[in-house]
């Protein structure tokens, strides 16, 4: 069983520099994602959705409250061991420009100082498992690849070491639509296979209700649902629904819903 | 020309190598100092103004100057190649640290977050991540101060300390400008060569794996 994740009360404050006050970036964030589920995080650009994933791997520490990994407090654990047992993708895909494609994907493996074979048998079947056939790209330089094709690879190597935890800030953001469709369909199938606890970020609603098991959608830092798919698209708390609303407004305008369209914020 | 070449051919050679020594012995000594001082500034950047300011400054003291500073200095004093090689040192801190700062501080922040992020060890980015990626910028540092090295350990002959540049002084005082050339063409062979070599491995560094 993968490990599942806790946030209690966890709250993140910049502290006042110069002429810029305080800031609350996180406020008394507590939820539980359970061991194998998808929890998706949604909010507006600033609303603490990349700070708090980021607080499960320690890229940035908690200013008060705690977070579990396992049951386990984060901040009691080994930082390097916590870090190769949590997979990390992000938009950016942040392949090492250098190495290849194998050696993108072994990298974890060659820090643990596992050997050339074991790399090379886990990151063929890696690129095997993100749709990239091992023979043609394993060789390849990073720059010679797609936008899809990198965020592929930032995904094989996130998996490489074997984590229970996936975290992954906006993967599909910068992808044209179709790719994004192609790459969400690829981590469905892989998900349902592979059985991970994942914490994904994204702007996306589709995408959150397409991938996740529950959403969470965070305002100012603060927690203003933690639901499954069809119970947010549901609700009436008015914060989610200007939220879903934001979404397919084009589509609603097409059908002739114009009334549909507007957002239902203040005029 | 064959008779000037067969009474000076070997003092040419001896002092060529030794112009070589000189030069060689201050890069070496400012890698030494300057790469970890580059990698130190960028895990403490507040830091990276004054102490490149001072390499600056450094860079900026007149060299004949800088060997007569070091001249009544204790132990440095009595050997002229001590005082050659510490100044020399002195002229080629700058563009390596200023460039291994920069090189390390250039890398792409996603590259380095997902270093962090995916559990190497400090050691492990800095070798693995850091260094290779910025290896062309402190190679272009290192090649930089290389040739300016060989420049200007011409002037060390002034305080005795050999090289190149002896011949230099000495066709300066006779009034022989085949003496001049028989030091001056040697040490700008010496400064293209290193050119040459060195840019040749940054462009390899450079090239994409």
């Known amino acids: 069983m993968p490990p599942g994740i806790q946030f209690r009360d966890v709250s993140f404050r910049i502290p006042a520099r110069g002429s810029s006050p305080d800031r609350l970036l996180l406020d008394s964030i507590s939820f539980t994602i359970d061991e194998g589920s998808t929890t998706a995080i949604l909010g507006r650009s600033g609303s603490g959705k990349t700070t708090l994933l980021r607080t499960v791997n320690r890229m940035v520490d908690a200013t008060s409250g705690e977070v579990f990994v396992a049951a386990r407090n984060v901040r009691d654990a080994d930082l390097i061991a916590l870090r190769r ?13 250098h190495f290849s ?20 048998r886990r990151s063929n079947e890696l690129l095997t498992a993100v749709g990239l056939d091992p023979d043609s790209f394993a060789a390849r330089s990073p720059n010679q690849l797609s936008g899809g094709q990198r965020q592929r690879v930032g995904l094989a190597r996130a998996l490489a070491a074997e984590p229970g935890i996936l975290l992954m800030d906006e993967p599909f953001g910068a ?8 790459m969400q369909d690829m981590l469905r199938a892989l998900l349902a296979r592979l059985h991970k606890t994942v914490l994904l970020v994204t702007h996306d609603l ?62 | 020309m064959t008779g000037f070449l ?43 103004k004054p102490v490149i300011g001072v390499a600056n400054i450094l860079q900026t003291i007149p060299s004949l100057a800088l060997f007569g500073f070091l001249l009544p200095l204790p132990w440095l004093g009595e050997r002229a190649a001590r005082i050659a090689i510490v100044a020399l040192t002195a002229y080629a801190l700058l563009p390596i640290l200023r460039n291994t700062y920069t090189g390390i501080r250039g890398i792409d922040p996603a590259v380095l977050e997902v270093a962090r992020a995916l559990g190497l060890t400090g050691r492990q980015r800095l070798f693995m991540v850091e260094l290779p990626l910025a290896a062309s910028f402190i190679l272009a540092g290192l090649r930089t101060a290389t040739v300016t090295c060989v420049g200007i350990a011409t002037i060390a002959a ?52």
């Not at chain 1, 047992?85 to 090492?96: M, S």
């Not at chain 2, 070589?20 to 070496?28: E, Q, R, Y």
């Open chain 1, 175 to 182: 992808l044209d639509p179709l790719t994004r469709a192609e």
């Open chain 1, 85 to 97: 047992g949590i997979g990390y993708v992000i938009q950016e895909t942040g392949l090492f420009p």
């Open chain 2, 6 to 48: 067969s009474q000076y051919g070997s003092e040419i050679t001896t002092l060529t190598f030794e112009h070589l020594w000189l030069t060689g012995a201050a890069i070496l000594a400012a890698v030494a100092i300057a790469v970890p001082t580059g990698i130190a500034l960028t895990r403490a950047p507040q830091w990276a």
């Open chain 1, 101 to 120: 494609i194998e050696r993108n994907v072994g990298v974890v493996l060659e820090a643990e100082g596992r050997g050339k074979t074991e790399r090379r």
């Open chain 2, 158 to 209: 002034a305080v005795g300390a050999g090289g190149l540049g002896e011949l230099i002084f000495r066709g300066v005082a006779s009034v022989d400008n085949r003496l001049v050339l028989a030091g001056a063409i040697p040490a700008a062979l010496l400064a293209l060569a290193a050119d040459a070599a060195l840019g040749l491995l940054e462009r390899w560094f450079k090239a994409p794996a």
């Open chain 1, 206 to 267: 589709d995408e959150a209700l397409y991938l996740a098991d529950r959403i969470v959608l965070l305002d100012q830092g603060r927690l203003v649902a933690n639901l499954p798919p069809e119970e947010f698209l549901r609700s009436t708390e008015p914060e989610i629904v200007s939220y879903v609303r934001a979404f397919h407004r084009g589509e609603r305008l097409a059908r002739g819903e114009h009334q549909a369209a507007n957002t239902g914020g203040p005029a």
